[in-house]
């Protein structure tokens, strides 16, 4: 199909950007910086949703829609939160186009329907919430809150690259408010946990839970949680924050209620989300050079079963077995295409299927019809082999499983081969230049230090780790004394 | 809970507009004209959006997604459509906030950061995505394309409702290319009856399939098949609309394929969408002056159930035997709720269950402890009675059904009471008054005739409705011949 990749060790960038349009994900819009999803891309956030959707309706969670557009005056309302993103907000100032007088048949602004307030398309919906949980929120039966949103959100990025950093992007952003310090705390830490439970066990993608230090937390947030993913290039990925909020919103939007004491106080809140971001870190955790590699959970097709065959007859009789392999799998709950397009040839039907990932692929021939079996193809070791069609329901079954497993374990490997302890700052230099991954070093917790490093290094602290132990040391830049090492990378 | 509504025939109106907050659905936002959906109506929606994603997947429609924003020279384009909806357009015209020198914490608009071509938010999607399926379509291959979104888009409106008329709503639209003209308008039809099939038989809301006239088609179509259900004021509400768009867009954006035989041609289009406002409909064809009156299908919760207890030791026992029903039903897939909230009493719960049109109630108190009883209270009809325990599921199963049908049943008596066939002007202003509903009349198939229509009565032809016999006779304004009866309605 014409279809080669840019190889990973020839230029990373240049293989991603090409495999997310020939696997036929998203592509760039008319639009500067905002994304068109293909179907096959969308189908696999599809999936991201539903199993991340079920986990907050697990815990409680319910769904609801805000307006896309925020007043100015409610935006600036919380100032932190404000100024972080102010630079890239899209303003709509104006309500009306009418004709140009000038240029028949093309429109242009009604300068007559100017807006009085500016509207800010969200950045994020925190200001917009929180004037609306004001009312929401009268005692204390009304807690705790907890509210999630499917959207589309706005920044207007500068530099912009398919599903990691685009002018519009789909996330889910949870908003909670409680009537403790403590249960909001908690919420952010459990928010954290089932994000880093769904990357590791639903997308196979391994992550360090952590704390964002002060300089790289979300603005307005007291605390920011994270899941950190490494990419196949040492680069890190941010897939995921849950932040503690603090009474900052409440106290920005006058959000109280009143005890069972009779005493009114205000409340604690927590947002967090995750965006079509994770695409990009499915992509850049399992593709290899041949095309992207689906863990079977996301696939939109675990398996596709492609004929091969000369004439009509033979199409009919592989048909008949096609079909019945695939009523089998769809009664054990995998799903199945049946790729028979007349339209194509099974070698370029191959190409295109190994290119988007499907984790399974059958091939029937005449042969396979004589001698009963089917030829089985794994997408992530590329193993082929030959199966009876009486086992294949089984054997099918056992494989998915084992590719689920393996894409975690093998890329579990690899992350955990690129965390890299160093003592001095011209170690921590070296590793990141030659090796990359996660550099595990002691810093002193100052600004300053965390600046200068990034300043001469582009590496940033991507989190203190949650699951280390304490461990005096010194910090690599000042040599001041240290409790904790966390983890520096230069990350996307 | 002090929550009661003003009666249907005191104010149709200000009781809807009541309901809709007091049943927790949507509440009017910050931002003129948009609302905010709570928690309960949204869940109704995604039952709605559920069933019909489902529809649309079996019929080999698959889901994509496309940018909130159109540059404006594609959105003017396709010049029909970009007239009709030039007046409503929200545009964004800069792309960041700066600190206000003149106001300390306060933003305002950065006048550097001006776009060089202004962006609309969509009104609708048609614009963006013909000018990407142009590179989508290039062979006949690549026939038909079938998409779908789910989305948000803006219509800036000057009056607006809760639900029926919003200056950001939530919808689907679909858009799809074809060979042949005939296949484009054979897909347009199983839009119109996949909605029609929805609605009646998903949504207890009986409709007339039919076409609307050229005055009342969707700007850039060459027909608008529709969807009408009658709500119990007497005035019409369009429910959905498909379209055959001809190869208006396919040429205003250059889209072409390669047929078999090697010859370049225009493809043919539909588009098609239903919004939030169907919960308009939904809320307008079953509710009562007690509050909203759901069917089954879109309940977020079924049954509920509420213990009535004096003391810890009567709830505890109440607890168990609620518990175990609970799960009883939820293994027969009947979705429960077991409101055991302490914050509450009976009888709040009742009003509250009742506003929000559960559609069984099932209380326990003591007494029915003994006798092994429940008392159980249907939503529709108001009816009580009590029940053995052992009885229950299969009851509910069947009583569930029941209220499903009965709503149906209900409303196709009333709409079927509300179309009348009138011969004369004189009488067509009469019934309009005097009963309102649907109006069959003859009409001379002009648009000055219906304009005029318009004008006098305020109401408009509804539909051309597909399941009529043709029947001459004379427009009642013109005296002309006519062929087929249209419908009219004051409308939504």
Redesign the interface.
């Known amino acids: 199909m014409g279809k080669s990749l840019t190889r990973r060790d020839v230029d990373y960038s240049k293989w991603y950007n090409e495999l997310v349009v020939k696997a036929d994900l998203a592509e760039n ?3 500067r910086g ?6 096959y891309g ?2 696999i ?2 999936k991201i949703q539903a199993e991340l959707d079920k986990k907050f309706k697990e815990t409680g969670h ?11 005056h ?3 309302a919380e ?1 932190t939160n ?1 100024e972080g993103f ?14 140009d007088e000038d240029n028949p ?3 242009k ?1 009604d300068e007559t329907a100017k807006l009085e307030e ?4 969200r950045p994020t919906s925190e200001a ?1 919430i929180w ?2 949980f004001k009312s929401w929120i009268q005692s204390y ?1 009304d807690l705790p809150l907890k ?1 999630n949103q499917w ?2 959100v ?1 920044r ?1 990025e500068m530099r912009t690259r398919l599903f990691l950093r685009t002018a ?1 992007f ?1 996330w889910q952003e949870g908003h909670t408010a409680h009537i403790t310090k403590e249960e909001a705390i908690e919420e952010a830490e459990l928010m954290n946990g089932i994000y880093a439970d769904f990357t590791e066990k639903f997308m196979a993608i391994p992550v360090i839970k952590g704390l964002k230090t002060e300089s790289e937390r979300f603005a307005g947030a007291d605390e920011t949680y994270c899941i950190e993913a490494l990419m196949q290039d040492g680069k890190a990925l941010q897939a995921g924050t849950s932040h503690f909020l603090g009474q900052n919103f409440a106290k920005a939007f006058d959000v109280k209620y009143t005890g069972k004491d009779g005493k009114q106080d205000y409340v604690w809140a927590t947002s967090w989300g995750v965006s079509t971001r994770l695409m990009g870190a499915l992509i850049m955790t399992h593709s290899d050079d041949n095309g992207l590699v689906l863990p079977p959970n996301l696939a939109p097709y675990q398996v596709v079963i492609v004929p091969i065959f000369k004439n009509d007859e033979q199409f009919a009789e592989i048909s008949k077995v096609a079909l019945q392999i695939k009523s089998d799998l769809q009664n054990k709950n995998i799903s199945v295409k049946f790729d028979d397009r007349d ?2 040839k099974p070698g370029w039907k191959f190409a295109q299927h190994e290119m988007q990932g499907v984790p399974l692929r059958i091939a029937i021939g005449p042969k396979d019809l004589e001698k009963g079996t089917v030829e089985l193809a794994r997408r992530d070791t590329l193993e082929k082999s030959f199966v009876n069609q009486a086992d294949l329901t089984e054997t099918i079954k056992e494989k998915l499983e084992e590719i689920q497993n393996h894409l975690f374990d093998k890329a579990l490997k690899y992350r955990d081969e690129h965390i890299t302890e160093v003592n001095t700052y011209e170690e921590f230099k070296e590793i990141l230049e030659s090796k990359g991954g996660f550099i595990s070093a002691h810093w002193d917790g100052s600004k300053e230090t965390e600046e200068q490093i990034k300043n001469e290094t582009k590496a940033t602290i991507r989190c203190i780790p949650e699951h280390t132990d304490n461990q005096s040391g010194e910090c690599i830049i000042t040599g001041q004394a240290s409790q904790k090492r966390v983890l520096f990378a230069k990350a996307y």
Chains 1, 2 share one sequence.
């Open positions: 819009s008319a639009v905002c994304m068109t999803i293909k179907p969308y189908a956030w599809e319910q769904n609801a829609y805000f307006p896309l557009l925020v007043p100015k409610l935006f600036e100032e404000a102010a630079k890239e907000c899209a303003v709509v100032t104006h309500y009306r186009l009418k004709n048949g093309k429109l602004v500016e509207l800010i398309i917009l004037n609306t039966r509210i959207a589309n706005m207007w519009e789909l339209t194509h």
